[in-house]
Structures are given as C-alpha cells and as structure tokens.
C-alpha cells in the first residue's frame, strides 16, 4: 500500500464506518426499524420486473419521474411547491454532498461546518481537495449566529454545511441563522436534512427560504424516515440555476434505472410511511423522558436518535451494551452515546440492557 502512488492526504487513512456487527439489536445508524410494507414489496417488485427488461438501455440520466415524484412529495410534506428542474437527485445524500463539493468547492476553496456534526463531511471535503474547517457549536449543541459569521468573515467559505436536525446531537438550526448566514457569506449555504421528518411540531424546514435565497441547497434522503436505506437515494433541492451545475458534475447516469423505479414506487406509499414516522418521533420523545428520568443528560433532538450521556468511560458503557446484544454508536463529543429509536421491542431491550450496564458501571 505504502509503495502505490497515492495521494499524500490518503497515505495511511482506512476506510470509515460505523461498525457493522451482527447484533439481535442494532440501533447504531439511525436506520428506520421498518421494513416496506408488503404492498410495497410487491408494487417494487413489478417496477424492478419492468425495469430490469430495459437493461439494455442506459437509464434517464436526469432521472425526470423521479425527481418529479420528489418535488410532489417536498410541496405535500413541507407545503413548499418546486418545479421538476429545482430538484436533484443521487445515490445517496451522500453522492449529493459530494456533487457539491465537486461544484463548488475544490483545490484553494474552504467548506466551513460546526462541530459536532456528521463525520462524513470531512471526507467529501478530503475527496474534492477542498480545505475543511470546522467552528465550534455552543455547549447546548445549537449554532451561536454570532460566532458563526465571525467563522465566515475569517475563513471566507464557499461552502457552508450545516445539518439539521443535527447527527449526532439532533439539534434542529433556527431559520434566522440560516438566513444570516446566506447573508453574510457569497458562497454556498447547505443545510443538510436527513432528519427533517422526524421534526417536532413548529420546527420549519428550510425549504420555505429557497425563494428568496438562490445560493441555498436542501439536501435530503430516503434513507431514514422512507425506511430506503438500502436503495441509496438522496436528493435536492434549490434554484435551477444550481440544479444546473450539480448537473455538470455528475457521473454519466449516475442512477441506476431500477433505484429510480423502486424510489417512484416508495414515494407512492409515503403515506403509510409517515404513519410509522409519527410513531418514531412519539418513541423518540419517550425515550428521551426515559433517559433523563433515571438521571442522564439528553440533548434535545429532532431526529430519530437521542444523545445522551455523560459517562466517565462511554468506550466502556457502549462495550457492555454490545455484550448484552445491542449495539449502539460511540459518537460526538466525549462522555456522549447515541441510540437510535428502534421498533418499541428494540427500544425496551434498549433499555433494559442500559438499566443492567449502568448497575455495573456505578
Ligand atoms: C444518515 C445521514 C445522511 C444520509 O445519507 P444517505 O447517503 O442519504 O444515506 C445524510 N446526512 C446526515 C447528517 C446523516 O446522518
């Protein structure tokens, strides 16, 4: 390896991820605990059986039905309405995050984000050669606006992420800062809502500010509350304009024809999936009760995950758990642990295990 003529910035570096580990209870990937229905199993089925006899043919490289499907599904979820060309989509957010480094940042450019957040964003900033720099979130895990445009006056981004709801704090981001941070910044300002879904009430997405703001993008996923992990879909939302140059930067068909067709056919059962999507946020809150009930810090979260803590050796809680069959995902900041919100029987042995764990560990 060390003899291959690598870039310099991956000499040495191994491949990240969350371990994947063959546990009875795995709350370690904010994973939605339910499968697709069977009406859609089958309704997938017949697409993927049409698609496949098409194979010979590349796939519709702008991906147009679906991204269609997907501004109906942003205008009936958020009441914001978008035309087909205003969305992207991609394997993944993640692919989505690249794109947009690949746009607009880059060799002698700088992506600014708030730490603690998602531990991926390096990565795709370390791909493109584009300078990484992270300011500080305030100790309640929220964005201090102030502190935020000093960090844009000082590093001159031309990409700035933010998360939220937040991985791994599930901090949702007021509006207000979004917009003073399009504001003081010419570059590009992402708010990356993965989570979005899992939102309480009154909690706005920043989808209502595309209107007014031409350098803002949305990025979204079905892979957390459409339960579509699996299928790799992420997507977009802003101006046309930027819609055009993620477009530029995009592998030739970059979506396979059969992910488009299993995502056309989950955005038609969104419905049942956002009945399980309310019951998730009921259990999230739960939990959250729960925790702090037998005495732990939890950040407030908009998400489908809760962090909580603080303990004194996490390395060694989280290892308990895992003998006690749950795994669980060693993040953010020290002393903290996050857990996703699993059905209501992976969320009793949840807690069932953390109730015997904290007994040996105090
Ligand atoms: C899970 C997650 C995503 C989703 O990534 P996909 O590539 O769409 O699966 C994006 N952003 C954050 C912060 C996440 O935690």
Redo the contacts with the bound molecule.
Sequence with gaps: MTDLPIRDELRGVEPYGAPQLDVPVCLN??ENPFPPSEQLVADAARAVAHTVRGLNRYPDREATTLRERLAGYLDRESGVALRTEQVWAA???????LQILQAFGGPGRTALSFAP??S??PEYARDTSTRWVVGRRDDDFSIDAETALKAVAEHQPSVILI?SP???TGTAVPLDTVTALHEATDGMVVV?E??TEFRRDGVPSALTLLADHPRLIV??????AFAF?GA???YAAASEQVIDVLRVVRLPYHLSAVTQAVAVVALEHAAELQARVAQLREERDALAAWLRGIGLEVADSD?NFVLFGRFADRHAVWRSLLDHGVLIRETGPDGWLRVSVGTPEETTAFREALVEVLKEHT
Excluded: C, L, Q
């Design positions: 990937v904010n394997n993944g957010s993640n692919e989505i995050m957040t998602y991926m964003y998360a937040n991985n791994p990356d993965a989570y990025a979204r996923t079905m892979s957390k992990a790799r879909v992420g998400a």
